[in-house]
């Protein structure tokens, strides 16, 4: 079976940090691309960062660039997510998503105010 969880969430304020794990199990992590995913509330889905297969390969929304870093430790099957200087509008729900999309974890909550 198939597991994504998320932790690492919680409230923060402006210009804080966070740091987001997800926990993966029930498929070869090592050969899936890793994504966090989020939603505002009252909005749609927005991607924020993927972590390709190979180690190091990273991509990230302009959004969140040079305030958020993912990374994945494929030896432990996990994905993470630095989140530095948080905006209010970094508050969301943070999803753990495997693949193009096929597997999603519960989400943990991200809430950024003073």
């Known amino acids: 079976e198939v597991q994504l969880v998320e932790s690492g969430g919680g409230s923060v304020q402006p210009g804080g940090s966070l740091r987001l794990s997800c926990a993966a199990s029930?498929?070869?992590?090592?050969?899936?691309?890793m994504s966090w995913v989020r939603q505002a509330p009252g909005k749609g889905l927005e991607w924020v960062s993927i972590?390709?297969?190979?180690?190091?390969?990273?991509g990230v929304a302009d959004s969140v660039k040079g305030r958020f870093t993912i990374s994945r430790d494929n030896a432990k099957n996990t994905l993470y997510l630095q989140m530095n200087s948080l905006k209010p509008d970094d508050t969301a729900i943070y999803y753990c998503?495997?693949?193009?999309?096929?597997?999603w974890g519960q989400g943990t909550q991200v809430t950024v105010s003073s």
């Open positions: 998503v495997a693949g193009e999309y096929a597997y």
């Open positions: 029930g498929f070869v992590f090592s050969s899936y691309t």
């Open positions: 972590a390709n297969v190979a180690e190091g390969s990273t």
